[in-house]
T-cell receptor, first 113, second 111 residues
Framework: DVKVTQSSRYLVKRTGEKVFLECVQDMDHENMFWYRQDPGLGLRLIYFSYDVKMKEKGDIPEGYSVSREKKERFSLILESASTNQTSMYLC????????????FGPGTRLTVT | DQQVKQNSPSLSVQEGRISILNCDYT??????FLWYKKYPAEGPTFLIS?????DKNEDGRFTVFLNKSAKHLSLHIVPSQPGDSAVYFC??????????FGEGTQLTVNP
C-alpha cells in the first residue's frame, strides 16, 4: 500500500519567513509532484521531479523552489513566504513505468500571516 | 488557459439517486482521463480512469463516460450515498506528459 506522508498537517508562518514542506513516499516512485489547491482553482502544479536531483517547473513556480536529494523525499521551499501563498499544499508520487495514477499525501494547510 | 474545466462548482443530490459530474477539456491530444475524490483535510484519492480508446469504464457504482468528439467526460455515481459527499476532480493527460486538473465539483449527497 503506497504511503505518501507530509511533515506537517497545519502550519502558520509569518510574512518573509523561509518555509520548508517535506514529503516522503515509501514506494520507490521516480516521479514526485508538489501542487497547491485553492477554492475554484483546482490543483495547480508548482514543481515536479522525475529523478533525484532533477526538477522541472510546473504552472506556478514563482516564489517556490524544490529539492530532491534522495529518491523518497521531495521538499518544497518558500524562500520568503507571502500571504498569497496561504493554501493547501499537496505532494504526490507516481511510478513512471506503470501507471498514471498519482498517490497523494494528506496535505499541509499553510497560513501566512 | 484552463484546459480542463468543471463548470459546476457544486452539486446536491438525494441519497439513492444518480449523481452526474461533468468535465470538459480543450486539448485534443489528451489520451487518458482520471477522476479523483477528495475529503476535507485529506489528499485526493484515485477513483476511476478511462483511456481515449474507450468510451465507458465501470467500477461498481462508478461509471465514467468519454465523448471524444465533444471533448467531454462525465462521472456517474449510482446509487449515491452520503459517504460520497466530497470534492471530485477531473484530470487529463497526454502520454508522457503530466496531469492537468479541473477546478473540482463539491458533491453533497443528502440522506
Amino acid at each position: 500500500d503506497v504511503k505518501v506522508t507530509q511533515s506537517s498537517r497545519y502550519l502558520v508562518k509569518r510574512t518573509g519567513e523561509k518555509v520548508f514542506l517535506e514529503c516522503v513516499q515509501d514506494m520507490d516512485h521516480e516521479n514526485m509532484f508538489w501542487y497547491r489547491q485553492d477554492p475554484g482553482l483546482g490543483l495547480r502544479l508548482i514543481y515536479f521531479s522525475y529523478d533525484v536531483k532533477m526538477k522541472e517547473k510546473g504552472d506556478i513556480p514563482e516564489g517556490y523552489s524544490v529539492s530532491r536529494e534522495k529518491k523518497e523525499r521531495f521538499s518544497l521551499i518558500l524562500e520568503s513566504a507571502s500571504t498569497n501563498q496561504t493554501s493547501m499544499y499537496l505532494c504526490a508520487s507516481v511510478d513512471s513505468g506503470n501507471s498514471y495514477e498519482q498517490y497523494f499525501g494528506p496535505g499541509t494547510r499553510l497560513t501566512v500571516t | 488557459d484552463q484546459q480542463v474545466k468543471q463548470n459546476s462548482p457544486s452539486l446536491s443530490v438525494q441519497e439513492g439517486r444518480i449523481s452526474i459530474l461533468n468535465c470538459d477539456y480543450t486539448n485534443s491530444m489528451f489520451d487518458y482521463f482520471l477522476w479523483y475524490k477528495k475529503y476535507p483535510a485529506e489528499g485526493p484519492t484515485f477513483l476511476i480512469s478511462i483511456s481515449s480508446i474507450k468510451d465507458k469504464n465501470e467500477d461498481g457504482r462508478f461509471t465514467v463516460f468519454l465523448n471524444k468528439s465533444a471533448k467531454h467526460l462525465s462521472l456517474h455515481i449510482v446509487p449515491s450515498q452520503p459517504g460520497d459527499s466530497a470534492v471530485y476532480f477531473c484530470a487529463a493527460l497526454r502520454s508522457g506528459s503530466r496531469l492537468t486538473f479541473g477546478e473540482g465539483t463539491q458533491l453533497t449527497v443528502n440522506p
